[in-house]
Nanobody, 114 residues
């Protein structure tokens, strides 16, 4: 099975940027879909962005125009570029991959200060 390791979280001021990385333990070329969820304290988990094996992308309305998901097949990595960050983007961001089941990374904290 594939394993996922996230990196790139941290503390940033409102209006700033962060790039999250999700490195897979094997080729992501044939993985059906990968993406990012987030969960803030006291809130439901929210799908932030996803990308299919065909390259189609999908975004939550709350991040459209600010976040971009991309894949680097050669590096077995999916990225989430987050620009114009807002305090309400503060959450634990978790990467996932859909293979025969859903595989999750360990999560990375993103904190946006006002």
């Amino acid at each position: 099975q594939v394993q996922l390791v996230e990196s790139g979280g941290g503390l940033v001021q409102a209006g700033g940027s962060l790039r999250l990385s999700c490195a897979a333990s094997r080729s992501i070329f044939s993985i059906n879909a990968m993406g990012w969820y987030r969960q803030a304290p006291g809130k439901q988990r929210e799908l932030v962005a996803s990308v299919t094996s065909g390259g189609s992308t999908n975004y939550a309305d709350s991040v459209k125009g600010r976040f971009t998901i991309s894949r680097d097949i050669a590096k077995n990595t999916v990225y989430l570029q987050m620009n114009s960050l807002k305090p309400e983007d503060t959450a634990v961001y978790s990467c996932y991959a859909v293979v025969s089941l859903v595989i999750w990374g360990q999560g990375t904290q993103v904190t946006v200060s006002s």
